[in-house]
């Protein structure tokens, strides 16, 4: 038997992401059904970015197989660093030997256990990747990459007003603008108490879009 | 290896469930990233509704762990009913036999390759389960029922804007005041070839509500 892990965030209204939530159906309306409405950006919460999302013209949600984000995963633990710490290809190489070409990797900081994702310290004190982190990642082949930090330094510099280059958000530049997809913000990582876990990332079926909003889990034997 | 069928339907503009979608981040504006922002209501394309849909303060989808949608389905092949066939017990007793308690229980009539989802005919022609069925359903005690046709016949009656009361919508009346998760909307049936298939459908993590959009696949052994 196999147990589930969840390494999905709520989508609720957040500081960064503002989430529109009304009901269309009410009870207390006399109506039959209760229905709710939401509004957000596919790029809060947990989600995948597709190139779109910073290529001009580049491939979609809709050239994206399911695939992609369904399968065997590389665990990256990464627990015991430093807030604020710089992921560099060196540190890579030392945590990451088990990564195998095709895989995907999952960073397993753990980071939103020791700051809260509805704290600004969340992104202000977070870990990051460097370019050569990313271009050791790119190396390695993987076929997508998930994080549970805010992995692009600049990330942290948005909750200013601040936007950087796309040059400095360096998994966006390195990774996925060469068609490694992206899955950002999943949670709950610590669960994940082995090398290797079946990974089943399932995007929302929204066509040609830059990105979507994913329910993610992994499966573990037991 | 196993193949996956995608059973999900696209998130798209519908004339029965209107989709917002404009682009928050935008290249032409220059911006460095594209953000697509989407509206809509969490019963509208494929999905999963909670008790709470029909029942005032009943379990919503907070309390509907995810192994409910993630498992052993039992597939029903409907495939040669003529349109606007009633499904009851006797119906159900034929081509369920291999249904097995706390299984999964996905109809495939296929019914979307026949009058396009697009379209009033998917409502008006389209087969449903009598309250006799949803009975034999409830007593063979399946954890959650996926629908690839508008189930209950009175869903076809909202097109002219007619809302019967509760106890006509005979699978929510049945089984989910009952605890039995409905899926909803499926699409793409035609490709379960086998009676028993691994079915993953996980929803957006939305909690406390009604209801959640979801993506639907199934693994198919080779």
Known sequence: ???????????????????????????????????????????????????????????????????????????????????????????????????????????KTAWGARRSIDTPEFWTEAPYVTRDGAEWLRDRKPRAVGFDFPQDYPIRLLLKGEVRPIEEQVTHDVLLRNGVVLIEYLVNTRELDRERVWFCCLPLKIEDSDGAPVRAIAMLDA
């Open 1 to 107: 038997m196999s147990r589930i892990v969840d390494l999905s965030t709520p989508i609720a209204d957040h500081f960064r992401w503002p989430v529109e939530r009304s009901l269309r159906g009410d009870f207390e309306q006399g109506d039959v059904f209760q229905v709710t409405r939401l509004g957000w950006s596919v790029h809060g919460f947990t989600h995948m970015d597709s190139p779109r999302h910073m290529v001009p013209g580049g491939p979609t949600t809709s050239d994206i197989p399911l695939e992609t984000t369904v399968g065997e995963a590389a665990v990256l633990d990464f627990t015991d660093i430093a807030p604020e710490t710089a992921l560099d290809g060196a540190a890579l190489a030392a945590r990451a030997r088990h990564l195998r070409p095709g895989d995907i990797a999952l960073f």
